[in-house]
């Protein structure tokens, strides 16, 4: 008997027999750590219909009965913050290795208590089992970039922690360029909604309470653009008046801060000071990736003079000292050290992590880990749900990317996995596109080599879409297979949001042809027919359900588009005016849904795309 469960358990063994709940009970639990009491207290209330049937005592406190569910911490039953559950014919004992690890054998059982194939109304039936878990990583995260362009709102994000906090993820982090609230610096965030103090904190408490570390991420050296266009930033600027890009592009904004004035020192220090006391986590990532410009501008002679490492480890060790001064452990994206200097490993700091990040199966997570592990250097690896820029997700790079960071982080002493959830180019892809990329990485960096693909899978309708039909799990993993349909031969799944973003002039290239594109909107409508019969109990199922079909119908658009592009009807009026008919609903939808879950912030920039598309369509058939 096989028990989808996410993650799935590293030991299960399943005997005859069950545990049938009874309609009321006591719960004892080890109250030595006060943020397990909510936890336990939920479980009550799935274990009986009834409300405040079953009730809740602390160990040692008086009691009128024997106790069905025994939860205890009992240090050294697994190795640390894991638990062994048993369920007998007469009730269910938790052991915790320590105060988390009673928190996830709790998350576990309350997986268990889901009905299932039950009787609408039957009482729970727990097979008579004993699990043994524990995990591979100590810190399993997911990062969300709240800067381009969602700014989710604190409903948005405690209702995604509770369902991280299920699977067993232990770790949040926010990326952020403009969107806090600095006091003195409203120029930057004046049209972002951005958090507060106060948001912070609150959130910041909400996953203390799930066992959850919420920590700082803000970028401090290149993705400074929000900032330098301002005039009174522009000044602290690598390149002021812009820059070209390694691909030869122009670009007049610049990104980059200039690492050796002295200034750009004074503006992180103070935002350093402000940011870093609303969280209680002893970590700060300050990002430090992609800067494009290094070396081009102001730094120019100081690169040619002395290396551009040696400019960048610099500035890097400065930032260090800001970090540790606060009493933080730096955490910094080591893509500039791979792409300009990976020989200098034993350059780098053994006080600051490196957070190596790649987002594709065939990433060197393997080779990079030997090298770091050998020099010495701390290191997370970061894989991605690689649902940003695809519209309706990819399923190789999400499960690809975040096994192979497991798989190599294990091997080489990786200290943690952070998933990451992008927002590039609009941020399109709505929330639930990210679900199956979520639980994919909270599965396998809890247990990798017991959480295949098809376990995941499985898992996918009990515990992430709560889906009672058991199609809304299958659907969404069709819908993020949709980029294999869209061309022989194509290997990215970026292929219809580039459609989308290049409008009607565009050249296609010759795998992309009109039979394929007929073939990918057949797989599309055939994948939301499935969705459509779901009988989801998340409170957001009908938000899933409209979020789906929204960007299923950018996905469509494209399709169309690149059909007539690929048959040379872009010009007939007929086709136009479907296009704006088309177009206009997405626009229309897309702003409702954006507002169901995210503040006004980051809206227009979102649209921009949409409304441009739109209005070439309009100008054709005036």
């Avoid at 994948?527 to 899933?544: E, K, T």
């Amino acid at each position: 008997m096989s028990l989808p469960l996410l993650p799935q358990p590293r030991r299960v063994r399943v005997s005859a027999g069950q545990y049938r709940v009874p309609p009321s009970g006591v719960v004892e639990f080890d109250a030595a750590d006060g943020r397990l009491r909510r936890a336990v207290e939920a479980l009550a209330g799935e274990l009986g219909p009834a409300a405040r049937a079953w009730s809740v005592v602390g160990a040692g406190e008086g009691r009128a009965e024997t106790p069905a569910v025994r939860l205890t911490v009992q240090p050294g039953v697994t190795p640390a913050q894991g638990y062994r559950l048993a369920v007998a014919p007469t009730g269910v004992s938790v052991e915790g290795a320590d105060a988390d690890g009673l928190f996830y054998g709790i998350a576990t059982l309350r997986q268990l208590l889901r009905p299932g194939d039950a009787a609408p109304g039957a009482p729970p039936a727990l097979p008579v089992c004993t699990i043994e878990d524990w995990p591979d990583f100590p810190c399993r995260g997911v990062m969300l970039d709240v800067s381009r362009d969602k700014v989710p709102t604190l409903d948005t994000l405690c209702a995604l922690a509770d369902d991280l906090a299920a699977w067993k993820v232990n770790h949040i982090q926010l990326y952020m360029e403009h969107t806090f609230a600095f006091r003195n610096h409203g120029e930057v965030w004046a049209e972002a909604s951005p958090y507060t103090a106060e948001d912070i904190r609150r959130l910041d408490a909400f996953c203390q309470e799930r066992f959850i570390e919420l920590a700082p991420n803000f970028n401090s050296f290149g993705h400074f653009g929000r900032w330098l266009k301002h005039p009174r930033y522009r000044p602290l600027a690598e390149c002021p008046d812009g820059f070209r890009t390694a691909g030869g592009e122009w670009r007049d904004e610049p990104s980059t801060l200039d690492p050796r004035n002295p200034a750009v020192l004074n503006l992180l220090t103070e935002l350093y000071a402000e940011l870093l006391p609303n969280f209680t986590s002893r970590r700060f990532h300050v990002g430090c990736d992609e800067t494009w410009e290094l070396g081009q501008g102001r730094s120019r002679e100081a690169c040619a003079r002395e290396g551009l490492d040696a400019v960048f480890l610099g500035f890097l060790e400065q930032l260090h000292r800001l970090v540790r001064g606060h009493g933080r452990e730096m955490h910094y994206w080591g893509d500039m050290v791979w792409n300009h200097f990976p020989d200098r490993l034993d350059r780098l700091s053994r006080e600051s992590v490196m957070v190596d990040w790649g987002y594709y199966r065939a990433y060197p997570f393997d080779d990079h880990g030997a090298r770091l592990a050998a020099a010495g250097v701390p290191f997370w690896f970061a894989p991605g749900t690689s649902a940003w820029c695809t519209l309706l997700g990819c399923n190789e790079a999400g499960f690809g990317s975040n096994r192979s960071a497991a798989l190599a982080g294990r091997r080489h002493g990786a200290r943690g996995l952070l998933n990451t959830d992008w927002g590039d180019h609009g941020h399109w892809q709505y929330l639930p596109v990210s679900f199956i990329g979520f639980a994919a990485g909270a599965a396998m960096a809890w247990a990798e080599e017991t959480n295949s693909d098809a376990a995941i899978a499985d898992a996918l309708d009990p515990h992430v879409f709560r889906d009672a039909a058991g199609t809304a799990g299958r659907a969404a993993l069709a819908l993020a297979d949709t980029w294999q349909h869209v061309g022989r031969g194509i290997t990215q799944a970026h292929w219809l949001d580039r459609i989308l973003h290049g409008g009607l002039q565009q050249t296609l290239p010759a795998e992309i042809t009109a039979e394929s594109l007929a073939a990918t909107a057949a797989h599309i409508e055939a994948s939301l027919a499935a969705l459509a019969r779901s009988r989801m109990a998340r409170p957001d199922a009908g938000l899933i359900l409209d979020e789906f079909r929204n960007n299923a119908r950018m996905a469509l658009h494209a399709c169309r588009l690149g059909q007539a592009i690929r048959e040379g009807r872009q010009a007939m009026p007929a086709v136009r005016r479907g296009l704006e008919a088309d177009m206009a609903a997405i626009l229309d939808e897309h702003r409702r849904l954006w507002r169901a879950r995210n503040r006004e912030g980051g809206l227009a920039d979102s649209a921009r795309v949409f409304e441009q598309r739109l209005n070439a369509y309009r100008a054709a058939t005036a």
